[in-house]
């Protein structure tokens, strides 16, 4: 079993930067992505962006966000720069265990954070 906490969110105004963490913890697991996701209210969840455990290499969504980790720590982190009221919501962290055919879908994670909320609100 792998449990996933995320943290860093609040109410922030719009401009702002904010950084999110996610740690994995349990027993004996393997990571072959950490990947953060968003949901906004009445909306789907969104790809963000990943990191390739094996490697380190990084895919981002956009350029206001930039993933990294520390992989001793099994520690993944989502910095968001110019941030604004359309980044509201939900971020989740999610892990796969295995390969994947494709990152941005979420329905093919293992494990799921339980999510922190992000406000940007002038």
């Known amino acids: 079993q792998v449990q996933l906490v995320e943290s860093g969110g609040g109410v922030v105004q719009p401009g702002d930067s904010l950084k999110l963490s996610c740690i994995a913890s349990?027993?004996?697991?393997?990571?072959?992505?950490m990947t953060w996701f968003r949901q906004a209210p009445g909306k789907e969840r969104e790809f963000l962006g990943t990191?390739?455990?094996?490697?380190g290499n990084t895919y981002s969504a956009g350029s206001r966000f930039a993933i990294s980790r520390d992989n001793h720590k099994n520690t993944i982190f989502l910095q968001m720069n110019n941030l604004n009221p359309d980044d509201t919501g939900v971020y989740y962290c999610?892990?796969?265990?295995?390969?994947?055919?494709?990152?941005?879908?979420?329905?093919?994670?293992?494990?799921w954070g339980w999510g922190t909320q992000v406000t940007v609100s002038s």
């Open positions: 349990g027993r004996s697991f393997s990571i072959y992505y």
């Open positions: 999610a892990l796969a265990t295995t390969p994947l055919s494709t990152m941005r879908e979420p329905s093919k994670y293992h494990y």
């Open positions: 990191i390739r455990w094996s490697d």
